[in-house]
């Protein structure tokens, strides 16, 4: 660990610069972040002194293939983004926790002493808040037997709440790797933390999310990722450059809220399940699709029309998700967009995650997703998508963001459209960080 004042030092010289052009992937960042960097440096010792203190990084992700896979142990493609959580923190002597994060009020939580599940538990006061989510992932790390302690930590992020970036995910990756980083020297590997930051979010915070945002938070890169065993994930790293293929990474927010739409969320893998069930199988991963198809005519009088779509979604994505990876592994970019805009196409028609049937009046992603074809260029069809590029739903979907691979050439008139309709900074232009959960120094 450093001083602050050395830190400071460290993050102004003219080599951290390298160190910042390796993380976030964009020329016109460094300067930014040594601004961000040293604010937060300076605002760790307001708020607990002038000790020394280690400097910690999550991102974000992107969900590029296999929307709602992962809770049915399915296939997905999905990368770290070079928007991040940092943290400059420092452990205590006791076992005190706490943590601000910019923009919100001081949270302080006291950890038990014993490493047991039922010293451990979690409060149901809790569920549903930031202080469940930090017991928790203390919880996953002590009980599997890592090293857990008192910590202060002032946190900044650029991942967005309610973006469809994951920043759940990023903050349980960011405070896993403290923990990690101040009692275990880095020693608990990146998929340990996201098992241990899906296990605080579904036990703790009262969500049943899958494992895909965790793993893509804590790992970092372009990854295909087969939960066939989510005990113990497949993980391949899939080498590509998208800027070098002459494409950017669009997100936008299309500023719809997320108010009441836990029920339409939860939903998704309930329908899912309900039809597995019907099999004698918790998720849809365990029963052959053929043995699903020639169910059909059955599962619509026992279940409904709408599992059935979710679970035909199901398969079909589950496969795009591999070719999507083999594609860019060939750069194969036609063939790679091409599967994008089937993903798209099948999450509006079939998975139905595009808008909520509650609210038929506000339509959001449905709106963005018209004008990203008139803007693309890709109402006609004619044109190869290397051309147009291709716009889809992201992440759970219902009143998120949008996500659009743009040749370089339409960028800056894709961001001009999408801005007017949202508002200004509304579409984000990302890239692909290789890095998950890191301490920077």
Do not use: W
Not at 8 to 34: C, H, M, Q, S, T
Not at 113 to 121: D, K, T, Y
Not at 128 to 143: D, E, F, K, V
């Amino acid at each position: 660990m450093r001083s602050i004042d050395e830190s400071i030092r460290l993050v102004k010289a003219p080599e951290f610069r390298d160190r910042l052009l390796e993380i976030y992937r964009d020329p016109g960042r460094p300067d930014r972040e040594v601004q961000r960097y040293e604010a937060s440096l300076l605002r760790f010792r307001e708020l607990f002194g002038d000790v020394p203190v280690e400097i910690f990084s999550a991102p974000g992700r992107t969900e590029i293939g296999g929307n709602h896979t992962d809770h049915q142990h399915g296939e997905v493609l999905a990368a770290s983004i070079n928007d991040d959580a940092i943290a400059v923190a420092a452990p205590r002597e006791d076992r005190t926790i706490r943590v601000l994060s910019e923009g919100y009020s001081m949270i302080r939580l006291e950890l038990p002493e014993s490493s047991s599940h039922a010293a451990h538990a979690p409060i149901p006061e809790e569920e549903g808040t930031t202080r469940g989510l930090i017991r928790g992932m203390a919880a996953g790390i002590a009980t599997r037997g890592y090293r857990v302690g008192g910590f202060d930590a002032y946190i900044t992020s650029e991942v967005l709440g309610g973006s469809g970036l994951s920043s759940s995910a990023a903050f349980e990756t960011l405070i896993g790797t403290i923990l990690s980083g101040l009692y275990n020297e880095m020693a608990i590997d990146s998929v340990t933390i996201a098992k241990i930051g899906q296990y605080a979010e579904n036990i703790y915070f009262g969500k049943p999310c899958g494992l895909m945002d965790q793993m893509a938070c804590s790992v970092g890169s372009l990854c295909h990722m087969d939960f066939a065993n989510p005990e113990d994930p497949r993980i391949e790293r899939v080498e590509f450059d998208l800027v070098s293929a002459g494409f950017a990474l669009c997100i936008t927010d299309t500023k719809g809220s997320h108010a009441d739409l836990t029920p339409d969320y939860a939903a998704v893998p309930a329908e899912m399940k309900s039809v597995a069930a019907q099999f004698g199988k918790e998720v849809l991963r365990e029963v052959p699709e053929e043995e699903f198809t020639a169910a059909i005519p059955t599962l619509r009088g026992k279940l409904g029309d709408r599992p059935v779509l979710r679970a035909i979604h199901f398969y079909e994505e589950n496969r795009r998700a591999a070719a999507e990876a083999e594609a860019l592994r060939k750069k194969d970019i036609e063939g790679f967009l091409r599967s994008v805009r089937a993903s798209g196409d099948s999450s509006f028609k079939f998975l139905q995650n595009v808008y909520t049937g509650r609210d038929v009046q506000h339509q959001n992603i449905s709106l963005a997703l018209a004008v990203s074809e008139s803007v693309l260029g890709l109402a006609d069809g004619q044109k190869p998508l290397t051309e147009t590029g291709v716009a889809r739903v992201h992440g759970g979907g219902f009143a998120g963001t949008i996500q659009a691979f743009v040749p370089e050439a339409k960028v800056d008139t894709y961001r001009s459209a999408m801005d007017a309709l949202f508002g200004d900074g509304a579409c984000m232009v990302l890239q692909i960080r290789k890095y998950g959960g890191i301490r920077v120094f």
